[in-house]
């Protein structure tokens, strides 16, 4: 389906650009952190309050009267955890700040008679109050992980600013303690204890104090990140995923990419109608949609509406990865993001695919070499396997996944032979050996989602590994030949990025700066399969749809390209956790199977 989508109000609306990040939340954020940094160095250095910055360190919240360095590094540290709070909106962080400036600007005047402190504080307190109305977003879910990164990262930030601390004052320092003296009085100060290393005067109150503070600081905000507000993880309700699939009845032949859109891993929002959804999962911070809304395309502008209104209630950054050219049009008109072309959906027409010809010898003599090694194939609807050939499918899917985390988001599924998915579609390689392997004489699994109903759309590629290679090939041109019978006129292949740079780059006449973009995804090809992924596509003489990454700013562009790694598996910022601290999957449905199986499909 093509053509002019009207908005909500039946008038096509002219295309502007999408909201910026607000200024004000901008600007308040860098000067907490502007702040943060110069409390820390008047309370760490010395010689800090006697240099040219003398003057503005003095009167900064957090430098009070005798506990000035504990209090400078106290209000510094929490200002710059706060910064990235106040830049994203945050209701709490504004909270925060709101207390933690008045009261420096009261300590100033009360201890130190300050006007010009007072009028610092109030330069940062007065556009905090006036534009209160931009701090609304909500808290992020909680998460252990989230609370243990913290403690991991503030003990080992506190430890090193406490070496700094206690190597600071070397004209006060009694003796010449070793460096293991030194780390030993930071652990015993963190905690509130006099350590091994001495000084004169008044500079060991002064250590004690920052190095208390800083271990304050560190217990205080694990435990809030450990005990605040969870929001259960992101997932399918069984009303969900009845609705989704009556949308996806009657609108699913439209993109290829909607029955993914049944991943239980992915939370929805519905427009007002009811008749259009969007799903999406939450990533790092980013608020990450795949292929098009689900439904009408009349009621997309209330579902993308929804979405949006969820991303800026959390403080999120929307994006959209792999819609069609349909969807980037009213993506881009409805919200007024950009979109960006990211490559092709390899695309192949049954009734125009055939072996014959020059094009397609290479792939005809790999078939028919494998068929003579004693390969048959077996093209199945999901419904049609026996739950024991099923449970030996699945098993060596996970058995042959070649890595330990699984992969897929935009474009898989996430399970096989789920009695809700009867209409997958299963294309398996079997070869009789003379002694059969654990999962019997199946060599190779292809599986396919429905698109609409006369297609289907890959999902996932397994094959064994001591079998002869082309199993993939021998797949899907099995596939291609059986889809008549089963009604198929159209089979969605692999999705090939940036493959209109990797065709244009090595054709004769291409620029150097062509050229060189070529070299550089070639490079990165020996990670990601961007190239590999395309010349396979390339064999079966696809039609290429282009796909579209929808963003709102092109600073979030690595940003969000980091969050579709993430989710797509193929990058992982989570240190490995202890069982009782992971966060727990949902209780599957009774219809599930298991939510563990992830395919292989996106590069």
Same mark, same amino acid.
């Given at each position: 389906?093509?053509?002019?989508?009207?908005?909500?109000?039946?008038?096509?609306?002219?295309?502007?650009?999408?909201?910026?990040?607000?200024?004000?939340?901008?600007?308040?954020?860098?000067?907490?952190?502007?702040?943060?940094?110069?409390?820390?160095?008047?309370?760490?250095?010395?010689?800090?309050?006697?240099?040219?910055?003398?003057?503005?360190?003095?009167?900064?919240?957090?430098?009070?009267?005798?506990?000035?360095?504990?209090?400078?590094?106290?209000?510094?540290?929490?200002?710059?955890?706060?910064?990235?709070?106040?830049?994203?909106?945050?209701?709490?962080?504004?909270?925060?700040?709101?207390?933690?400036?008045?009261?420096?600007?009261?300590?100033?005047?009360?201890?130190?008679?300050?006007?010009?402190?007072?009028?610092?504080?109030?330069?940062?307190?007065?556009?905090?109050?006036?534009?209160?109305? &931009?701090?609304?977003?909500?808290?992020?879910?909680?998460?252990?992980?989230?609370?243990?990164?913290?403690?991991?990262?503030?003990?080992?930030?506190?430890?090193?600013?406490?070496?700094?601390?206690?190597?600071?004052?070397? $004209?006060?320092?009694? +003796?010449?303690?070793?460096?293991?003296?030194?780390?030993?009085?930071?652990?015993?100060?963190?905690?509130?204890?006099?350590?091994?290393?001495?000084?004169?005067?008044?500079?060991?109150?002064?250590?004690?104090?920052?190095?208390?503070?800083?271990?304050?600081?560190?217990?205080?905000?694990?435990?809030?990140?450990?005990?605040?507000?969870?929001?259960?993880?992101?997932?399918?309700? &069984?009303?969900?995923?009845?609705?989704?699939?009556?949308?996806?009845?009657?609108?699913?032949?439209?993109?290829?990419? +909607?029955?993914?859109?049944?991943?239980?891993?992915?939370?929805?929002?519905?427009?007002?109608?009811?008749?259009?959804?969007?799903?999406?999962?939450?990533?790092?911070?980013?608020?990450?949609?795949?292929?098009?809304?689900?439904?009408?395309?009349?009621?997309?502008?209330?579902?993308?509406?929804?979405?949006?209104? *969820?991303?800026?209630?959390?403080?999120?950054?929307?994006?959209?990865?792999?819609?069609?050219?349909?969807?980037?049009?009213?993506?881009?008109?409805?919200?007024?993001?950009?979109?960006?072309?990211?490559?092709? *959906?390899?695309?192949?027409?049954?009734?125009?695919?055939?072996?014959?010809?020059?094009?397609?010898? %290479?792939?005809?003599?790999?078939?028919?070499?494998? &068929?003579?090694?004693?390969?048959?194939?077996?093209?199945?609807?999901?419904?049609?396997?026996?739950?024991? *050939?099923?449970?030996?499918?699945?098993?060596?899917?996970?058995?042959?996944?070649?890595?330990?985390? &699984?992969?897929?988001?935009?474009?898989?599924?996430?399970?096989?032979?789920?009695?809700?998915?009867?209409?997958?579609?299963?294309?398996?390689?079997?070869?009789?050996?003379?002694?059969?392997?654990?999962?019997?004489?199946? $060599?190779?699994?292809?599986?396919?989602?429905?698109?609409?109903?006369?297609?289907?759309?890959?999902?996932?590629?397994?094959?064994?590994?001591?079998?002869?290679? +082309?199993? %993939?090939?021998?797949?899907?041109?099995?596939?291609?030949?059986?889809?008549?019978?089963?009604?198929?006129?159209?089979?969605?292949?692999?999705?090939?990025?940036?493959?209109?740079?990797?065709?244009?780059?090595?054709?004769?006449?291409?620029?150097?700066?062509?050229?060189?973009?070529?070299?550089?995804?070639?490079?990165?090809?020996?990670?990601?399969?961007?190239?590999?992924?395309?010349?396979? %596509?390339? $064999?079966?003489?696809?039609?290429?749809?282009?796909?579209?990454?929808?963003?709102?700013?092109?600073?979030?562009?690595?940003?969000?390209?980091?969050?579709?790694?993430?989710?797509?598996?193929?990058?992982?910022?989570?240190?490995?956790?202890?069982?009782?601290?992971?966060?727990?999957?949902?209780?599957?449905?009774?219809?599930?199977?298991?939510?563990?199986?992830?395919?292989?499909?996106?590069?």
């Amino acid at each position: 389906m093509s053509g002019e989508v009207p908005s909500r109000s039946g008038r096509a609306r002219r295309i502007v650009r999408g909201p910026r990040p607000e200024a004000v939340p901008a600007l308040v954020g860098r000067a907490c952190a502007v702040v943060g940094v110069l409390d820390i160095a008047a309370g760490v250095f010395p010689r800090f309050r006697h240099s040219r910055m003398h003057a503005m360190a003095e009167v900064l919240p957090g430098s009070l009267g005798p506990f000035a360095a504990a209090l400078s590094l106290s209000a510094g540290v929490l200002l710059l955890l706060l910064a990235h709070g106040l830049k994203r909106r945050k209701r709490r962080a504004w909270r925060a700040a709101v207390v933690l400036l008045p009261a420096g600007a009261v300590s100033q005047f009360v201890y130190r008679h300050s006007v010009i402190g007072v009028l610092i504080s109030l330069a940062l307190f007065v556009p905090l109050v006036l534009h209160r109305n &931009e701090f609304k977003a909500l808290p992020d879910p909680r998460s252990r992980w989230r609370a243990l990164a913290n403690f991991v990262l503030m003990s080992a930030g506190s430890l090193a600013l406490g070496l700094v601390i206690v190597s600071a004052h070397p $004209k006060r320092t009694i +003796g010449d303690p070793s460096l293991a003296d030194r780390i030993t009085h930071v652990l015993y100060g963190l905690f509130g204890f006099e350590g091994p290393v001495d000084y004169e005067g008044s500079t060991s109150w002064t250590v004690a104090f920052s190095l208390g503070a800083l271990g304050l600081i560190t217990a205080v905000t694990t435990i809030y990140l450990a005990f605040r507000p969870e929001h259960p993880a992101a997932h399918l309700t &069984e009303e969900d995923e009845i609705q989704l699939r009556a949308l996806l009845e009657k609108h699913g032949a439209r993109d290829s990419l +909607g029955h993914f859109a049944l991943r239980r891993d992915k939370a929805v929002v519905f427009s007002p109608s009811g008749k259009a959804a969007v799903t999406y999962r939450v990533v790092s911070g980013v608020m990450l949609a795949s292929g098009d809304p689900i439904g009408d395309v009349e009621a997309w502008p209330g579902a993308i509406e929804r979405f949006m209104d *969820e991303a800026k209630a959390h403080s999120w950054t929307p994006a959209v990865m792999g819609c069609s050219e349909t969807g980037g049009e009213v993506w881009t008109r409805e919200t007024g993001l950009d979109a960006l072309e990211l490559g092709d *959906e390899a695309v192949v027409d049954v009734a125009d695919f055939s072996l014959a010809g020059r094009a397609m010898r %290479n792939v005809r003599q790999m078939v028919k070499r494998i &068929e003579r090694a004693g390969y048959e194939t077996r093209v199945r609807r999901i419904r049609d396997v026996g739950e024991a *050939e099923l449970d030996r499918i699945r098993r060596a899917a996970e058995d042959w996944r070649g890595t330990d985390t &699984e992969r897929g988001f935009s474009m898989a599924l996430g399970r096989i032979g789920d009695p809700a998915d009867g209409d997958c579609l299963i294309a398996t390689a079997h070869k009789a050996d003379e002694q059969p392997g654990q999962y019997g004489d199946l $060599k190779a699994i292809l599986h396919f989602v429905p698109w609409g109903t006369d297609g289907v759309s890959l999902d996932l590629m397994r094959r064994d590994r001591s079998a002869d290679p +082309g199993m %993939n090939e021998l797949l899907i041109v099995a596939a291609l030949q059986a889809a008549p019978k089963l009604g198929i006129t159209r089979i969605s292949l692999n999705f090939a990025m940036f493959r209109s740079a990797l065709a244009r780059g090595e054709k004769i006449g291409a620029g150097p700066v062509l050229r060189a973009w070529r070299g550089l995804l070639v490079f990165l090809s020996r990670w990601f399969q961007i190239e590999s992924l395309y010349k396979f %596509n390339a $064999k079966f003489q696809p039609r290429w749809e282009p796909r579209f990454v929808v963003y709102r700013a092109s600073g979030d562009l690595p940003r969000i390209g980091l969050a579709a790694m993430q989710a797509e598996g193929f990058v992982s910022l989570a240190l490995p956790l202890p069982r009782f601290l992971r966060r727990q999957s949902p209780v599957p449905r009774p219809c599930a199977h298991s939510l563990a199986e992830q395919g292989v499909r996106a590069a």
